[in-house]
């Protein structure tokens, strides 16, 4: 079973940058060949999605909140896939969590994802 680990997040000022990975440990052909999507979960709030990648990179889908100021990529070399955090205002402070989809559909429901690693904190202060 491919196990999902965030890494990256920590405090960060407003306005500033941060970039989150989310790396595959086992199976590494498996999280190849899947859609991996990052989902943030604010305190007091339901996980939302932020952003997904499609197997090869070629097609990605952002929330309408973080568009033109994230990024999502992937390498395929090292198994994973980053998100390049830019801009960051006060809301974006969550946990961040990278997870596989069932389908390719680049979908921003959460009960599509699967193997949902455990988190990475994102603070950012005024």
């Known amino acids: 079973q491919v196990q999902l680990v965030e890494s990256g997040g920590g405090l960060v000022q407003a306005r500033g940058s941060v970039r989150l990975s989310c790396t595959a440990s086992?199976?590494?052909?498996?999280?190849?060949?899947?859609?991996v999507g990052w989902f943030r979960q604010a305190p007091g709030k339901e996980r939302e999605f932020v952003a997904a990648i499609n197997w090869n990179g070629g097609r990605t889908r952002y929330a309408e909140s973080v568009l033109g100021r994230f990024t999502i990529s992937r390498d395929g070399t090292k198994n994973s896939v980053s998100l390049q955090m830019d801009s960051l205002k006060s809301e974006d402070t969550a946990v961040y969590f990278c997870?596989?989809?069932?389908?390719?559909?680049?979908?921003?429901?959460?009960?599509?994802?699967?193997?949902w690693g455990q988190g990475t904190q994102v603070t950012v202060s005024q």
């Open positions: 997870a596989l989809q069932k389908g390719g559909d680049l979908s921003d429901e959460e009960d599509e994802y699967f193997n």
């Open positions: 086992y199976t590494m052909g498996w999280f190849r060949l899947n859609t």
